[in-house]
């Protein structure tokens, strides 16, 4: 095969029931250019593993499968998962040929045959890389019932700077194409940090802002025994709550953007700060929050377990940081991201509007 112009990510484990329709919605895009499938698995134990040689057999100048030792028959939880998930991705990254890199979930599949043309052309015309990524929607799907529902807000085509993305915007890294930073002999993954699917964008973003197309072109299915789903929703918050700190590591001038990007999760750990249960899900995260000298998020976290002075400075602090949070926002949300924000609030009502009537 020519030198690939994308490299398609994609990471599995016991995923045997969607690995055709994953490699044959990679393997039906239409390009003029060619694209190199990776695939990466966790040590399935379900014949995914089989399914992957069989498909590499079949397209051996296109597809590349690597497999990861793993003990039979052991469960990973929490950061165990995650170092693995890290482990798998950043081996994929390593060896990635392509100009482009598109990372991708091995239970998930694209449902638009262009999405690679389409982003690859508009990183080609950013011949100044103002963009490190092209991204667009996607598309929740429950494959009991066929539904599918938006993943994000209906925002129109925009071109964003790194702040304004990070303070606001969410892109799913399945429909990202990021630029191979690799290729100029830069390793994203130096910084340590947990790369789960926010942080993954973010360390592409010192390097450029992202450019959206509003098309939805991924399916993400969900699965109740998937990784997000096997957290709980404090835990989720958590991780997300961390970001504030792990950010630092990587690029250091998008602190206010990370405020307002991880508001709503502080929020919401802080009202529930007393709540025995929060206590006990965060315990298993304390070292990841030690770690990053997350000192705000550990006294919210584990309240319960604080003396009388940390919990007092607790409940002093957080409305502190919550009034900086809207001064930042203040400043971060100038008119074009009021705009888009604006713009997808109306459409938002709108549909609300029209689907009552009927």
């Known amino acids: 095969m020519q030198q690939p112009k994308v490299s398609v990510l994609i990471s599995f484990y016991n995923l045997a029931p969607y690995v055709d329709q994953t490699m044959e919605s990679v393997l039906a895009q239409k390009t003029d250019f060619p694209v190199e499938i990776l695939c990466a698995d966790d040590g ?4 995914t593993v089989e399914l992957l040689h069989g498909w590499e057999k079949r397209y051996p100048d296109r597809v ?3 497999v990861m030792d793993r003990i039979p028959g052991k469960k990973y939880e929490g950061n165990e ?3 693995r998930m890290n482990a798998i991705r950043g081996r994929l990254f390593y060896e990635a040929k392509g100009r482009y890199v598109c ?3 091995g239970d998930d599949f694209y449902t638009d045959d262009r999405k690679l043309q389409k982003q690859a052309d ?3 015309a950013d011949t100044a890389h103002r963009y490190v990524a092209c991204g667009h929607n996607g598309c929740y799907y429950w494959e009991s019932t066929g539904r599918t529902q938006p993943i994000e807000k209906p925002v129109r085509e925009c071109a964003l700077t790194a702040r304004e993305y990070w303070s606001f915007f969410y892109i799913h890294t399945n429909a990202m194409m990021f630029r191979n930073v ?3 002999g830069i390793d994203p993954y130096t910084s340590g940090v947990q790369i789960i699917d926010n942080m993954l964008t973010y360390m592409f973003l010192p390097y450029g802002g992202v450019y959206y197309l509003p098309d939805c072109m991924f399916n993400y299915r969900q699965i109740e025994g998937s990784t997000y789903h096997r957290r709980s929703v404090y835990q989720n918050y958590i991780l997300n709550a961390l970001m504030l700190y792990q950010q630092k590591t990587i ?3 998008l602190f206010g953007a990370g405020l307002v990007r991880t508001v709503y999760e502080y929020t919401q750990l802080f009202e529930n700060r007393r709540d025995p249960k ?3 899900e965060a315990k298993t995260y304390l070292p990841n929050i030690d770690r990053y000298r997350a000192g705000r998020l550990r006294r919210i976290v584990n309240y319960n377990n604080e003396n009388a002075l940390s919990r007092l400075w607790c409940e002093i602090e957080n409305p502190f940081w919550f009034f900086v949070t809207k001064v930042c926002r203040h400043y971060i949300w100038k008119p074009h991201v009021r705009a888009l924000l604006e713009e997808a609030r109306a459409k938002t009502e709108k549909g609300s509007a029209e689907a009552w009537k009927i």
């Open 251 to 253: 690029l250091r001038g």
């Open 278 to 280: 929060l206590t006990e």
């Open 81 to 83: 998962r995650i170092q």
């Open 44 to 47: 399935s134990e379900d014949g």
């Open 182 to 184: 690799g290729l100029q």
């Open 103 to 105: 990372y991708l979930d």
């Open 64 to 66: 590349r499968v690597f």
């Open 122 to 124: 508009i990183l080609d």
